[in-house]
T-cell receptor
Framework: GAGVSQSPSNKVTEKGKDVELRCDPI?????LYWYRQSLGQGLEFLIY????????KSGLPSDRFSAERTGGSVSTLTIQRTQQEDSAVYLC???????????FGPGTRLTVL | GESVGLHLPTLSVQEGDNSIINCAYS??????FIWYKQESGKGPQFIID?????DKRQGQRVTVLLNKTVKHLSLQIAATQPGDSAVYFC??????????????FGKGTKLSVIP
């Protein structure tokens, strides 16, 4: 597609439920990133995928968070047993290669009740 | 610790005037910097980037200045328009060679353009 797309755009869930957030990067971009943005804050790095290399998961806040990237394209961020503090906008970005400018999707706004 | 921050959290500018948004960084190893614009309800939009071997880079109505001596980055917007109203983030990438990819973001400056 023309840009990074994410779905759903909004997700409201109950505490304790699992959620899956999807990211479709720009075609041909080998690097994919997930960030979290809390209200009025900057972006917090979560996880990074580059080609077939093992992902860098160093930014994931807890073991309830996981992500995968299938076929080197689409990525899914999964949050298990959601907590209220997980409420935030989850942003996905992609780039042609690591270290270059990242293009962001519109984000998924997650609200945990 | 190492971080990217901003001098002013909010900035109000009259339409037609020039805007200057500042950013301080503390990691001297950073060699790549980016400015993003984020409008309400949208993801960050790339504006302009600069590598540490440059002091200045110009785009369309925007200029980024890098002062490595004092670790300061600024974004200048010429003839500010209402559509420029947004939150602006600076971000840094240290050593953008192979294997380096993380962007560290500042908290952002909210620019409000007064018609």
């Amino acid at each position: 597609g023309a840009g990074v797309s994410q779905s759903p755009s909004n997700k409201v869930t109950e505490k304790g439920k699992d959620v899956e957030l999807r990211c479709d990067p720009i075609s041909g971009h080998t690097a994919l990133y997930w960030y979290r943005q809390s209200l009025g804050q900057g972006l917090e790095f979560l996880i990074y995928f580059q080609g077939n290399s093992a992902p860098d998961k160093s930014g994931l806040p807890s073991d309830r968070f996981s992500a995968e990237r299938t076929g080197g394209s689409v990525s899914t961020l999964t949050i298990q047993r959601t907590q209220q503090e997980d409420s935030a906008v989850y942003l996905c970005a992609s780039s042609l290669a690591s270290g270059l400018k990242q293009f962001f999707g519109p984000g998924t706004r997650l609200t945990v009740l | 610790g190492e971080s990217v921050g901003l001098h002013l959290p909010t900035l109000s500018v009259q339409e037609g005037d020039n805007s200057i948004i500042n950013c301080a960084y503390s990691n001297s190893a950073s060699d790549y910097f980016i400015w993003y614009k984020q409008e309400s309800g949208k993801g960050p939009q790339f504006i302009i980037d600069i590598r540490s071997n440059m002091d200045k880079r110009q785009g369309q109505r925007v200029t980024v200045l890098l002062n490595k001596t004092v670790k300061h980055l600024s974004l200048q917007i010429a003839a500010t328009q209402p559509g420029d109203s947004a939150v602006y983030f600076c971000a840094e990438n240290k050593d953008s060679g192979a294997g380096s990819y993380q962007l560290t973001f500042g908290k952002g400056t909210k620019l409000s353009v007064i018609p």
